[in-house]
T-cell receptor, first 111, second 115 residues
Framework: DQQVKQNSPSLSVQEGRISILNCDYTNSMFDYFLWYKKYPAEGPTFLISISSIKDKNEDGRFTVFLNKSAKHLSLHIVPSQPGDSAVYFCAAASGTYKYIFGTGTRLKVLA | DTGVSQDPRHKITKRGQNVTFRCDPISEHNRLYWYRQTLGQGPEFLTYFQNEAQLEKSRLLSDRFSAERPKGSFSTLEIQRTEQGDSAMYLC?????????????FGEGSRLTVL
C-alpha cells in the first residue's frame, strides 16, 4: 500500500526554467509534508516542509504547495540550476513518529 | 556537531554471513530511525527508537534483523544469515521533534552488497 506516490520517475528541465515535482498521498491523517534531495552515494538532505495548516511555503528558490482537498503537493524550483540535478523525495508524517516516503523523481537540469 | 554518522559506508559480504551497522545520531536527538532504500525506491521505514526504547518495527524487519540503542545514544542494526535480497542502502536518521513537527536528519548510509 503506497501511501505516498510520485508518479513521475524522471524530469528534465532547461537551466533557468521552472522545475515542478509532484507528489500525491492517500492518508488524510498526514499533516506534515517534506521534500528531500538525494545525490548518489549520499543520504537524503532536507529541503523544505509544509504543515497542513498552510497551502504554501517558500524558501529561496524552493516553494512547496499543498492542496489538501486533492491530497496533492508540489515542489517548484525556480530558476533551476544544474546543481539541482538529483533525486527528489516527498515524505509525509502524521502526529506520530513515522515518516513515509515516496519513490522519488530524478530531476536533470540541462545546461 | 557533525551530523548523523554511519559506519561502515560500504560492506560486501557473502550470503549467510552476519553484518552489523552502527549509527551515531546528532547528540541532542532522542529519536532515531532506520530506513532501507533499494534501487528505484524511496526510503522504507524499518524501525524507530525513542531514547533506548524501540517503539515500532516494520513488517520488513524479519527475525534475522535486530536493532538496539543501548543508553539511548548510538544504535546498531544487525542482519544475521544475510541473503541477496538484503542488498540495499541502510539509512539512519535522527530527530528531536515529533513527526509532524520537524524534519529527519539522515546519515550518508551504509551500503550492503550480499554476494
Amino acid at each position: 500500500d503506497q501511501q505516498v506516490k510520485q508518479n513521475s520517475p524522471s524530469l528534465s528541465v532547461q537551466e533557468g526554467r521552472i522545475s515542478i515535482l509532484n507528489c500525491d498521498y492517500t492518508n488524510s491523517m498526514f499533516d506534515y509534508f517534506l521534500w528531500y534531495k538525494k545525490y548518489p552515494a549520499e543520504g537524503p538532505t532536507f529541503l523544505i516542509s509544509i504543515s497542513s495548516i498552510k497551502d504554501k511555503n517558500e524558501d529561496g528558490r524552493f516553494t512547496v504547495f499543498l492542496n489538501k482537498s486533492a491530497k496533492h503537493l508540489s515542489l517548484h524550483i525556480v530558476p533551476s540550476q544544474p546543481g539541482d540535478s538529483a533525486v527528489y523525495f516527498c515524505a509525509a508524517a502524521s502526529g506520530t513518529y513515522k515518516y513515509i516516503f515516496g519513490t522519488g523523481t530524478r530531476l536533470k537540469v540541462l545546461a | 556537531d557533525t551530523g548523523v554518522s554511519q559506519d561502515p559506508r560500504h560492506k560486501i559480504t557473502k550470503r549467510g554471513q552476519n553484518v552489523t551497522f552502527r549509527c551515531d545520531p546528532i547528540s541532542e536527538h532522542n529519536r532515531l530511525y532506520w530506513y532501507r532504500q533499494t534501487l528505484g525506491q524511496g526510503p522504507e521505514f524499518l524501525t524507530y527508537f525513542q531514547n533506548e526504547a524501540q517503539l515500532e518495527k516494520s513488517r520488513l524487519l524479519s527475525d534475522r534483523f535486530s536493532a538496539e540503542r543501548p543508553k539511548g545514544s548510538f544504535s546498531t542494526l544487525e542482519i544475521q544469515r544475510t541473503e541477496q535480497g538484503d542488498s540495499a542502502m541502510y539509512l539512519c536518521a535522527s530527530s528531536y521533534r515529533l513527526a509532524g513537527d520537524g524534519e529527519l536528519f539522515f546519515g550518508e548510509g551504509s551500503r550492503l552488497t550480499v554476494l
